[in-house]
């Protein structure tokens, strides 16, 4: 379990890494919510090839690759909700993402491994 913590972080880091970059790249010709979805989806089709073959080490199939969409139907709509509830308390929209990933990403770590494992 500590190997596959260990994984995930990596994983999960650069996953972070992707969607925080995009959506930098993108605020400037749209607004916040559309340019982190842009974000999500590059990040989301690099993290079930790197969640499945490297951090838990499983065989993509179809049950795996529903459940970890489904995960992040409920991971991206817990992002939006969160990175809406910030920028209404007036936080800066080039840093949204911040406080929106530390709630997200413990969460999503265990609905992924539910579905993966």
């Not at 993509?60 to 909700?81: C, D, E, I, T, W």
């Amino acid at each position: 379990m500590k190997r596959e913590m260990l994984r995930f972080i990596i994983v999960g880091t650069l996953a972070v890494a992707i969607q925080f970059v995009v959506y930098r790249l993108a605020l400037p010709f749209t607004n916040e919510l559309l340019a982190n979805t842009l974000g999500y989806l590059i990040s989301f089709c690099f993290n079930f090839i790197m969640s499945t073959y490297f951090t838990f080490r499983v065989k993509p199939n179809r049950k795996r690759a529903q459940g970890f969409a489904l995960s992040h139907v409920v991971n991206y709509l817990m992002q939006s909700l969160f990175l809406h509830i910030f920028l209404l308390l007036g936080g800066p929209s080039e840093w949204a993402q911040l406080p929106m990933f530390a709630v997200c990403v413990p969460l999503n770590f265990l609905m992924v491994r539910h579905f993966l494992k």
